[in-house]
């Protein structure tokens, strides 16, 4: 009975508000901790990278994340499949740095959660500037997790169909902005997911009100009880669709992905637990490669609406998400990949794999070992 009610509808929309949030926060929670599913991975493809014979291979260190569905066992089972020699970095402890000298390669995010965001970020960009590390993400790709605005900035200079969005950090600028808006809008503050923290405005008074709290003196509350929106705002053109949204995964040549559906009254479906997984449209696999190419990650998640007049538009990304199975795509009940060929083809592939191995073995063939085979190049000549 009580599961049942935690799948209706009206229970779903009621977890995505604010108000529910806030109150959440102040009930007994569960402190954020780690998970070890390494007994209970599902079987998939095991993921091999032909690393060149007489290159070493590079020591990394692994940031343990506090998912529900953790990344960190699935870089861990990639390593050990692979020969990699890796041990855990507690990022966390005071001697950080200290520790990190062990290693030639950190991975991980370790959580979503702004104070741990910020900290990644911090550490990463000293890793990678002071020790000569390399980071996955690195940290310029880390200040694109649940950016909201730095998105939205990115694909306009790549001139990707991303949804029209007015960000201001003035606020006479957002007022007047406002007023030249076509309504509904749809506001979202920085450093949200699963469509927490996403509003629909459907009127120029709503949007005069969220202006007037995000500029005041102690900013606007959000569904976070210590953090406010405070100084921006940011508005995105809600894109009329047939009713779902299409996540697509992009690693390398790789695509995966499902359609989320939209609850009725409502107009999200990220977090909303509505997947259903069959094939893509080959115009939204496009899409997604072009951005991937743009932002040129190992991994990008990209969430797009079929809107009314056949375009596909992008409304958010990722460099990462969650993945609880291995089975990220079906195609007439079918798990794999599509594979996008160099002539712009694409083909189907069955197959189950965890994404974040396919990742992993992207970013060590992309970003690392260009940098070990120059290092070896420079030892041998002597330099």
């Known amino acids: 009975m009580l599961k049942a009610l935690k799948k209706s509808a009206g229970v779903k929309r009621l977890r995505k508000s604010m108000t529910y949030s806030r109150l959440r926060q102040l009930l007994p929670m569960r402190e954020p901790g780690y998970i070890d599913d390494r007994g209970q991975i599902e079987d998939a493809e095991e993921v091999r990278i032909d690393w060149p014979a007489g290159l070493a291979k590079p020591r990394v260190g692994i940031v343990r994340d506090h998912e529900e569905f953790p990344r960190w066992t699935k870089y861990r089972r990639f390593l050990e499949t692979n020969g990699f020699p890796h041990d855990l970095y507690d990022i966390h402890a005071h001697d950080w740095i200290e520790r990190a000298r062990q290693f030639d390669v950190v991975i991980g995010l370790a959580s979503n959660e702004i104070n741990r965001l910020e900290e990644i970020r911090v550490k990463y960009h000293f890793l990678e500037t002071a020790l000569g590390k390399i980071c996955y993400p690195s940290a310029a790709q880390a200040l694109l997790y649940e950016d909201k605005s730095l998105e939205a900035y990115i694909t306009g200079v790549c001139g990707l169909p991303f949804a029209n969005a007015i960000i201001s950090h003035s606020e006479e600028d957002a007022l007047a902005m406002i007023e030249k808006a076509r309504y509904p809008l749809v506001s979202k503050i920085n450093h949200s997911s699963g469509s927490v923290g996403v509003e629909l405005v459907r009127t120029p008074q709503k949007a005069r009100r969220i202006v007037g709290q995000a500029f005041s003196r102690k900013g606007r509350k959000t569904h976070i009880p210590w953090f406010r929106q405070k100084g921006y705002v940011y508005f ?66 990209v969430d797009m609406v079929h809107a009314l007049d056949g375009r596909y538009v992008i409304i958010e990304f990722s460099i990462v998400c969650q993945v609880q199975t291995p089975e990220q795509l079906h195609v007439d009940g079918v798990p794999g990949a599509y594979i996008v060929e160099d002539n712009g083809d694409i083909r189907f592939e069955k197959g189950r794999y965890w994404v974040h191995e396919l990742a992993l073995r992207q970013f060590l063939w992309d970003e690392v070992l260009p940098r070990v085979r120059e290092t070896t190049a420079k030892a041998s000549s002597g330099c």
Do not use: W
């Open 236 to 301: 995105q053109d809600y894109v009329p669709n047939d009713g779902y949204d299409i996540r697509v995964l992009m690693v390398g040549r790789m695509a995966f992905g499902y359609y989320r559906k939209v609850l009725s009254g409502d107009f999200r479906a990220s977090g909303m637990d509505t997947v259903e997984k069959r094939g893509l449209p080959e115009e939204a696999i496009r899409v997604a490669r072009a951005a991937q190419r743009c932002l040129r990650v190992p991994h990008l998640v």
